[in-house]
């Protein structure tokens, strides 16, 4: 099973104890990367933790929560290697897999109920690059990555 990395802030951590939760019951290795209760602190240190997870195959995936799953999105896609994809349904969830081959799925605690939130989490893990037309599209983005300058 796909070894999972998840970090929150202070708006993801409720919905990211649920979801460590549900990967352990699962069977999934999951490395907990903070934080760890709802005292305010930056997105941005959570989603590099979890992104340089990902990066250098400490993990297979990575979750990030934070109050909207955008911060933690434009901070991780900052990190070479990385395609962080926002969610709030199963469907942007398994594209987010099959079509743009996200490695990190980036959730809203204060957008998502719980339920709602497993259900992305679930389509997410299931799902699998598709390849094919899509494996040019990927090599697109990896070559504007290559030439970035910073
Ligand atoms: C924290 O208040 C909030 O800004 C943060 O969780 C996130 O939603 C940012 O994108």
């Known amino acids: 099973m796909e070894r999972i990395a998840i970090g929150a802030d202070h708006a993801g951590f409720a919905l990211k104890e649920e979801i460590v939760r549900f990967l352990q019951a699962s069977g999934y290795p999951v490395e907990d990367m903070g934080t760890q209760s709802d005292e305010s602190v930056d997105y941005p240190d959570y989603a590099v933790r979890v992104s340089r997870a990902v990066a ?45 081959d996200a490695n990190i799925l980036c959730l809203g605690g204060r957008v998502l109920g719980a339920g709602l939130a497993l259900d992305i989490v679930q389509a997410f ?15 697109k983005i990896q070559a504007l990555e290559q030439a970035s300058t910073t």
């Open 56 to 100: 250098t195959r400490q993990a297979d995936l990575g979750i990030l929560i934070c109050g909207t799953g955008i911060g933690m999105s434009i901070t991780a896609n900052k990190v070479k290697g990385i395609r962080a994809a926002v969610a709030t349904n199963g469907y942007m969830a398994r594209m987010a897999r099959e079509h743009n």
């Open 125 to 139: 893990l299931q799902s699998r690059f598709a390849g094919g037309r899509h494996t040019d599209r990927v090599h």
